[in-house]
């Protein structure tokens, strides 16, 4: 993976404090003198459950939310206890400093609290029933008296309506008596729950004096206790502590904001003399002094942002977003905060934040068009980037696009302040050409950029340069994709030194910048067979990034799992396996743990891990595993490829040609040309539209597809593949020599073997001599060490051995007979004639070992047509002669084996069996595995036994 530097844009200035995420309190028994309850189980979603001590301690610690966050309702439990003041455990929010007013929770016995609610329930009840006794026995007394009144009058005497109306008055009186005590009783029960939650230990002492009087039944005199005089003098005493206290509060105010200023003063002071540490101390102490103040959040937040502390940063962005009082000051918080979270890999709560703060915008356009159109820029430029991480192109584009009209449309009037706005999207818009694989229009896009950069780092180079590093970087790696080597080695210097010189002042801003260029480096001089310089160029990356990593690990260690994986496949490239298998692993590791959480972001990065490690497997000849990892490459890939309307289809036949050269390695010839075609129609029509892209990949499989060809005897399509390979090839070597003469000498070697093996000796010698001449210029690569190893042997053989050469020309014929035929029994007649061609050399050379070789090699093919003729006699015949040549040629038992099987001499041929079964054997698990396999071919074909089957068994026990 390329390190391509986008650029996003924030708007204020700040630094990191430590959130406190805990919440304290203490529970303590309901009016008992404060006695603590110990045991308490204590649950808030987002924290672990915890209990109280044996002092009713207890602390809470939310991992994801720090002060100012809400943390909803809290339950605390204890059997056979009840909470008294659920009021208290419901809306909070985490403190700033949980030691200052730590939470007080009152419980009580279930029993007790019983026992209180009946009693006081109780006493509502007879309280009220005994007053509406009491009132209705005065009010009966008063009707009887009226009444005798009434029958002491005459009739028509006016005396008689007053009474008649004292008398309705008194029954209604009676009737409101009834409906009061109804009242009381229907909310009776309610009442007693709210007199028995009432805790002594925090009343006052009047209170406690009257609920005693309450409690008695004494409920007047309770009331006369409460006087109204002395309530109403110790409301006024408190209020006038407080305005007393509000007035000192005032002053505090004053000196605390004095004292905020001073640190805030200091923490500058020590940022502008490169004390980070001593910055960061003094930052926060003036938060703590002031945590509410949007301006210093946010100055916080950017100082944190600007030192790669992502997490410090998004917390402080948030604690702004809680204060923010204005829309706009909302939109550019949201704004910091989404970038930040895209640095930090959290996509989707970045891509709400970018969105919020879009839409804040887009409804305040009307108010101010210039200034929300600058913001509306920005927001558009830093969604651009989020969605070119996410690989939603389109959408990328369109927010860059947007961005770029706006900002260059702002530059005409003011080119100072917009000038730099507009070179930051046309360097993320090239990044996004390159990625589409518009090389032109990316190129196009970054020079302009750069032309904007050159010219303001020379007005002010203190503040432009980072950005024309940014720039010089992924122009280098543009270069590199377009294989000009010079051109991106020169941008990636040009970015390396800025980056080097910024770093050594400001090591915490700029080390991941030095990291991010090496790294790129690295895989420029990798493409290069630059191997060493690659290494070192890998190492310093990978110590900056581990370093990073220890202290910001959700930010860095993606970056450590990529340059191991990419160091890895450099250790592998000079052969040391071990250590690319270390490498490989530690990236498989990080990115498995990586893709649980983010699987839309990491999932490629594993799967190309998984496939690194299959090839390095596959050198190992483990081939069960190399297997393993590459399907499981394969799977993820083309997963990713539906889902991106073929996004991926360059890495899908990356693997599939891996898995070809695996197929090869294990002799499944039908199973490595199927894939390895797949990888090819892909490569050639993904080269149709970018040649310069693709075509090296198109040589590589047309390369791996003739050396299958040729296991294969095919030697007219291996042919074939060569020549289209090795005309790629070239072509390329006459731009870049230095990257692709091996390649060239490699196709010649391998060309010149199959005219070799057909007799066609000229052509053959002629590019052995290419290859040799080719590989002659690079000494220190092993490749061209062992390329050129092999063409002096060929060479010096054909010079010291002229009668085998001969007869090699001799057999090439009728080789080519045997390669023609369809079937293994056709092959069988022309094979007899290679057989005598190499039996006749045999008996004049019969000491040479390259002639001994030949010949085997001929009985054993032949043994093998002759199975498949059912000729089982005549295989057994010649696979006895191979072996008086060459006793210890353990591929010939096989043949001699079957034979004896499918002639029913079972007892012979499984002796033979038995001692070989366990034995190593090439491009199989084992000996014992490539008995099996010929078995299992003969037989669909239709060649069988009744033993085959009880030999198939001991082979497999």
Not at 363 to 376: G, H, N
Not at 464 to 481: K, R, S, T, V, W
Not at 509 to 528: F, K, S
Not at 746 to 766: F, H, V
Request: charged letters at 25%.
């Amino acid at each position: 993976m390329k390190y391509l530097i986008s650029l996003s844009s924030v708007l204020l200035l700040s630094t990191f404090l430590n959130a406190q995420n805990t919440l304290a309190g203490l529970v303590k028994l309901q009016s008992s003198g404060k006695t603590p309850l110990p045991n308490v189980e204590v649950y808030a979603l987002g924290a672990q459950t915890t209990y109280t001590n044996d002092k009713g301690y207890f602390e809470l610690h939310f991992s994801s939310k720090s002060a100012g966050d809400l943390v909803g309702a809290i339950e605390f439990s204890l059997e056979g206890y009840v909470l008294i003041n659920e009021e208290k455990s419901q809306g909070l929010t985490i403190p700033k400093d949980p030691t200052l007013a730590p939470l007080q929770i009152v419980m009580s016995s279930k029993d007790v609290f019983r026992e209180q609610k009946a009693m006081y329930y109780g006493i509502i009840i007879d309280h009220a029933t005994e007053g509406y006794r009491q009132q209705n026995v005065q009010i009966r007394q008063q009707l009887a008296g009226l009444d005798t009144q009434l029958q002491k009058l005459q009739s028509d005497s006016g005396e008689r309506e007053r009474y008649e109306e004292e008398r309705r008055i008194l029954l209604q009186q009676i009737d409101n008596l009834q409906q009061e005590k109804e009242q009381v009783i229907a909310n009776a029960e309610r009442y007693a729950q709210i007199f028995a939650r009432i805790d002594i230990d925090e009343a006052s002492r009047m209170a406690g004096e009257a609920l005693k009087l309450f409690e008695t039944g004494k409920v007047k005199e309770a009331i006369s206790l409460m006087d109204d005089d002395q309530l109403r003098r110790s409301l006024q005493d408190a209020q006038a502590a407080k305005a007393e206290a509000q007035h000192l509060s005032m002053q505090a105010d004053s000196m605390l904001q004095q004292c905020v200023s001073n640190y805030l003063l200091k923490a500058r002071l020590c940022a502008a003399d490169l004390q980070w540490g001593a910055a960061y101390k003094n930052y926060k102490y003036a938060i703590e002094g002031d945590s509410t103040n949007v301006d210093h959040l946010l100055e916080l937040a950017f100082f944190c942002g600007e030192l790669n502390q992502q997490q410090r940063a998004i917390t402080f962005y948030r604690q702004a977003l809680r204060h923010g009082k204005t829309d706009m000051q909302k939109a550019t918080i949201l704004n910091n905060l989404g970038s930040e979270l895209r640095n930090d890999n959290r996509y989707d709560d970045s891509r709400r934040a970018y969105s919020e703060a879009l839409d804040i915008c887009r409804r305040l356009l009307s108010i101010d068009t210039a200034v929300f159109e600058a913001e509306m820029a920005m927001i558009n430029n830093n969604l651009g980037n989020l969605y070119a991480d996410l690989f939603e192109y389109d959408n990328a584009k369109a927010a860059f696009l947007n961005a770029l009209a706006i900002r260059k449309r702002l530059a005409e009037s003011d080119s100072e302040t917009f000038g730099p706005y507009v070179a930051r999207t046309l360097n993320n818009l090239g990044i996004l050409y390159a990625n589409l694989n518009d090389y032109e229009q990316a190129e196009r896009t970054y020079l302009e950029s750069l032309k904007i950069g050159k010219r303001l780092a020379t007005a002010d180079p203190e503040k432009h340069e980072p950005a024309l590093a940014d720039i010089y970087n992924n122009l280098g790696n543009l270069y590199a994709d377009l294989n000009a080597y010079e051109k991106a080695d020169s941008s990636l210097q040009q970015a390396l030194r800025i980056y080097r010189r910024l770093a050594a002042i400001n090591p915490e801003r700029y080390d991941p910048d030095v990291a991010i260029v090496q790294h790129n480096l690295g895989q420029m001089y990798t493409e290069l067979n630059a191997y060493e310089k690659a290494k070192n160029a890998y190492q310093e990356a990978l110590a900056i990034r581990n370093r990073l990593a220890e202290t910001n690990p959700n930010r860095y260690d993606p970056d450590v799992a990529i340059t191991q994986d990419n160091l890895g496949g450099c250790y592998y490239a000079i052969d040391e396996f071990d250590r690319a298998g270390d490498a490989y692993r530690t990236a498989l590791a990080i990115n498995s743990r990586l893709v649980k959480a983010k699987p839309e972001r990491f999932e490629r990065e594993l799967a190309k891990n998984f496939n690194n490690l299959g090839n390095l497997y596959l050198s190992l000849q483990e081939y069960d595993r190399a297997d393993s990892s590459l399907r499981q490459a394969l799977d993820i890939y083309q997963r990713l490829s539906r889902a991106n309307d073929g996004r991926f289809d360059p890495e899908v036949s990356t693997i599939q040609n891996n898995l070809g050269i695996l197929y090869a390695n294990q002799m499944d010839f039908a199973k490595a040309e199927s894939v390895y075609l797949e990888a090819l129609a892909t490569r050639e029509r993904l080269a149709e539209i970018n040649p310069d892209r693709y075509d090296p990949d198109v040589s590589s499989t047309l390369t791996n597809l003739g050396n299958l060809y040729a296991q294969m005897g095919n030697y007219q399509q291996s042919e074939a593949a060569f020549l289209k390979s090795l005309e790629i090839k070239r072509r390329f070597a006459g731009r870049e020599p230095d990257k692709y003469n091996i390649e060239v000498a490699r196709s010649a070697l391998l060309l010149g073997i199959i005219y070799y093996q057909q007799g066609e000796e000229k052509k053959a010698l002629g590019l052995f001599r290419e290859a040799l001449r080719l590989s002659d210029q690079y000494p220190g690569l092993p490749l061209a060490e062992s390329m050129g190893g092999a063409v002096i042997e060929i060479l010096g053989m054909e010079k010291a051995d002229p009668d085998f050469f001969s007869s090699k020309e001799k057999a090439a014929g009728p080789q080519r007979s045997v390669a023609e035929q369809n079937t293994e029994k056709a092959k069988a007649e022309p094979q007899k004639e290679v057989v005598t061609i190499w039996e006749e050399t045999l008996s004049r050379h019969s000491e040479n070992p390259r002639v001994q070789a030949a010949t085997v090699d001929a009985y054993d093919h032949l043994a093998h047509y002759l199975l498949f003729s059912e000729d089982f006699r005549g295989a057994e015949s010649i696979a006895r002669r191979a072996l008086e040549v060459n006793p210890t040629a353990e591929w010939v038992f096989l043949n001699l084996a079957h034979a004896l099987l499918l002639q029913g001499r079972y007892a012979e041929a499984e002796v033979i069996y038995l001692e070989r079964k366990d034995q190593a054997y090439k491009g199989a698990k084992n000996w014992g595995q490539a008995a099996i396999e010929d078995l299992n071919a003969l037989e669909s074909a239709g060649i069988t036994h009744a033993d085959v089957e009880k030999i198939r068994r001991v082979l497999r026990r």
